[in-house]
């Protein structure tokens, strides 16, 4: 896809629950973003979250197929006065 993005991705692989995170203490914040771009926050593993302790705010997402993606390998997120435009169907 040709879209622009903020992605924030670990690539956990460990399948057994209690890993540490590759990833801690991220601020996505203040971002303005068009144009069919958006944000994406990808942990992978629920078991043990490659992703933890992330803020994800005061962003404004125009129109967009996918918008704000925070998937099951994020433990420990806030996401709050986030802007998002409606949705761009396929």
């Known amino acids: 896809s ?3 993005s903020v992605f924030v991705r670990a690539n956990q692989q460990a399948t057994t629950a209690g890993q540490p995170p590759l990833v801690q203490a991220v601020i996505v914040r203040g971002n303005q973003l068009d144009q069919d771009a958006h ?3 990808e942990g992978f593993s629920a078991a043990s979250p490659g992703i933890r302790d992330i803020v994800v705010e005061a962003n404004s997402i125009g129109p967009s197929r996918v918008g704000l993606l925070i998937d099951r390998g994020v433990a420990s997120y806030l996401a709050r006065r986030n802007v998002q435009a409606a ?4």
Do not use: D, L, P, Q
Request: charged residues 40%.
């Open 2 to 4: 040709n879209e622009a």
């Open 39 to 41: 944000i994406r926050i």
């Open 87 to 90: 949705r761009i169907v396929k």
